[in-house]
T-cell receptor, first 114, second 111 residues
Framework: DTAVSQTPKYLVTQMGNDKSIKCEQNLGHDTMYWYKQDSKKFLKIMFS???????INETVPNRFSPKSPDKAHLNLHINSLELGDSAVYFCASSQDSNRNEKLFFGSGTQLSVL | GNSVTQMEGPVTLSEEAFLTINCTYTATGYPSLFWYVQYPGEGLQLLLKATKADDKGSNKGFEATYRKETTSFHLEKGSVQVSDSAVYFCALNSGYSTLTFGKGTMLLVSP
């Protein structure tokens, strides 16, 4: 059983398209996250949701819109894709947003914008 | 704001060599400190953590001690294996936001 699963694993698309990445966790966690990892492996938080409520929204273009239909799912929709959006996107979850909590990561979605 | 600085990689070692990956941090409040590891093609996994000063986190032969006086959390292992080849991330959480990661250090271990 995969604890945090995200789909698709690879996504290749043209500039200007709209795409979505889905994430589901079966751990019963309250908090979910989206991270972006660039080509140099640098990881940056994008969004965090706690019980379907947005709690962190870093300086991300508003072309990126997270959606949490329930606390087990946090999807990421991207409008008007740009070349600079190419990266690996990781979904993660934790029991809550306590500072000691361990994060569980999905295996990533590699997005390539051509 | 919070920040984490790690040594640049790649770190290249022979099997059974001693490993140190340096990590220093700047944070508000009293952060918890973490090391995560990312194997090729996978997501990050927690390797170890320490939640207060002088705590030592350990797992799979890796250790790191939370040093408040030097704001450091260096990762060490006495004898590395080829299977330890991965990218290692130091991170902190001060409770005001989610994890802040360092830029990652790639470790390459040869037989």
């Amino acid at each position: 059983d995969t604890a945090v699963s995200q789909t698709p694993k690879y996504l290749v698309t043209q500039m200007g398209n709209d795409k979505s990445i889905k994430c589901e966790q079966n751990l019963g966690h309250d908090t979910m996250y989206w991270y972006k990892q660039d080509s140099k492996k640098f990881l940056k938080i994008m969004f965090s949701y706690n019980n379907k409520e947005l709690i962190i929204n870093e300086t991300v273009p508003n072309r990126f819109s997270p959606k949490s239909p329930d606390k087990a799912h946090l999807n990421l929709h991207i409008n008007s894709l740009e070349l600079g959006d190419s990266a690996v996107y990781f979904c993660a979850s934790s029991q809550d947003s306590n500072r000691n909590e361990k994060l569980f990561f999905g295996s990533g979605t590699q997005l390539s914008v051509l | 704001g919070n920040s984490v600085t790690q040594m640049e990689g790649p770190v290249t070692l022979s099997e059974e060599a001693f490993l140190t990956i340096n990590c220093t941090y700047t944070a508000t409040g009293y952060p918890s400190l973490f090391w995560y590891v990312q194997y090729p093609g996978e997501g990050l996994q927690l390797l170890l953590k320490a939640t207060k000063a002088d705590d030592k986190g350990s797992n799979k032969g890796f250790e790191a001690t939370y040093r408040k006086e030097t704001t450091s959390f260096h990762l060490e292992k006495g004898s590395v294996q080829v299977s330890d080849s991965a990218v290692y991330f130091c991170a902190l959480n001060s409770g005001y936001s989610t994890l802040t990661f360092g830029k990652g250090t790639m470790l390459l271990v040869s037989p």
